[in-house]
């Protein structure tokens, strides 16, 4: 056997299926804005780093285009052939000259730097700074113009170092330069403007995989060299993001690549901390979709309550009475709906018990009607009045008067015994009368009766007993106390839905007064003596084709009486 599920179980089941989809899409949602806000994050962040490492290029580039700058200076292009030009020149004036451009141009940047000159032909140096002692052939045999990180073995003490040699051939290095431009800045200046980014956010550092890292004076040095392992397991491109794991938090790193001094500029963003209004909008969203789909369930369990309970108890009855009890009902309950359910299921079913009790009691009153109208038929006078017929025409010899009332008396109470059916046809109903009237005539002789029914009308089927009581009442009340013969008139028509069976006579009659009291009487309740037969035919009529059909009697054209049988058909 199938189990259907209940309205109760199917709310639930709707409930938790709509809690699904929303947590679903939200899933989705949640899943897109968090990579749209990591986007954004890792656009802006390389943005800024971008904005930032153009501002300390263009530092940068400032002092290697004063180096340049000073490669074609006159005074300098002198000094390098002060040799040759000696009588021509004041060399100590010249230097002077020379020593305030360098000051100039190092002073031109906002960066502390210092410039120098190196004129190897002569092993002289010019320089901002007297004190410093510098070898321009220890930078890494590099001096063909490209920024060089020289480490002093202290912290923090690092510097960058730029060198352009003179003559210069393309951009291979000059092996035998009689000029040596020096540029030098130390990376103090870089970390002072990291401090100055770090201002906006994040942790930004400069590194190199080969001469580590540049932080700002704030930096997180342990999280730093975390991202500077993490960044030296990879191949770098020139700009680029990734995630990576630090002390259980994710955080996104972004660097781009400074193309003056090679390094990276870097900085990481923790993911956790940005996106923690997000995940307080999940977990706000998570707990409002707990206590809902809590809501729901009470809700489910209040309907199955006020509902589904009602509803099933209601359904018992019902069951109970589809099977036959019609004694079963629902006890109200508060529920205004279901109380007006309850109550009109009992009122409707005590209706039902009422109208079924009273068709039992109306069945038992027909077939009591049956039955006393059969004994009623069964009359012992009529019986021995046709016996004596019988012994009175055998006596004389007549035996075709006897064979004749032995057949129709034989035929008559073969009919009036058949108890197998309550129901007949108009054909047989009639042969029974046509009996009736020949035994009548065997011992009266003077009555004479016409029957005029169509044929397709002989097949209608019809309680017994219906017409055979109206010829017995018109022979004994109007054709007996009459002088002479009688006449009896059967005939029957259908129009619509409607069959009209008409019995008349041309008998005595009955006066107004007498006709009144006797349609009366088949309104009234059960006569205890006269009239019973006419009353017994119209309540049958009643109960076999309702209301509307029924005996009415009224006075016949011939003098007689006239009963209408109508039937609705």
Known sequence: MKIQPNLSTK?????????????????HTYGINIGVVREEIQRNNLNQLEFFLSQMENQIDQLAISAY??????????YRNINHLNHLLDANKLRITILEKLTLQSASSSWPNQMLLHFPLTSEIISTAPSLDSDYRGVTGQIHGSWTYIQHGLPEQGEFVFLVAAPQLGRAPVQH??????????????????????????????????????????SQAELTNEVTAKLKEQSLSSKGSQLVLLNHQQYLVNYVQSK??????????????????????????????????????????????????????????????????????????????????YM??????????????????????????????????????????????????????DMESIKSMALSLGEYYRYLTRVDTSQTTLGQE???????LNIQNLRKQRIDHVIDIPEPLLEFHIPKLLIQPLVENSIIHGIEPKVGSGMIRICAEQSGSWLTIVIEDDGVGMDPEQLQQLRDSLLAPAPKSSGYGLWNVHQRILLHFGQGSGLHVSESAAGGIRFTLNIET
């Open 11 to 27: 709310m639930i089941f709707a409930v938790f299926m709509i809690f699904l989809v929303i947590f679903l899409l939200y899933r």
């Open 69 to 78: 700058t000073l490669e074609r200076d006159p005074s300098i292009q002198d």
């Open 177 to 218: 330069p009689n000029l040596v431009i020096e540029t030098r800045f130390q990376e103090d200046n870089i970390r002072k403007m990291l401090d100055q980014f770090k201002r906006s956010g994040g942790d930004p550092f400069l590194f190199h995989p080969q001469n580590g890292t540049i932080a700002n004076q704030s």
């Open 344 to 397: 009109g299921f009992n009122e409707m079913a005590d209706r039902i018990q009422e109208l079924i009790e009273r068709v039992y009691l109306e069945q038992i009153r027909s077939q009591d009607a049956v039955m006393k109208q059969l004994q009623s038929q069964i009359n012992p006078h009529f019986l021995y009045n046709c016996l004596f017929f019988i012994k009175s025409k055998a006596s004389v010899g």
């Open 430 to 436: 009639l042969k029974l009368v046509i009996h009736y």
């Open 260 to 341: 003056s001094l090679g390094w990276y500029l870097v900085d990481y963003v923790p993911l956790e901390r940005v996106l923690v209004p997000i995940k307080e909008g999940r977990n706000f969203f998570i707990v409002s979709t707990v206590m809902l789909l809590i809501l729901g369930i009470v809700l489910s369990a209040l309907l199955y309550r006020n509902i589904q309970r009602p509803i099933s108890l209601f359904i018992k009855v019902m069951n109970k009475f589809k099977q036959g009890d019609l004694t079963a009902r629902v006890m109200p309950i508060r529920t205004y709906e279901f109380r007006m359910l």
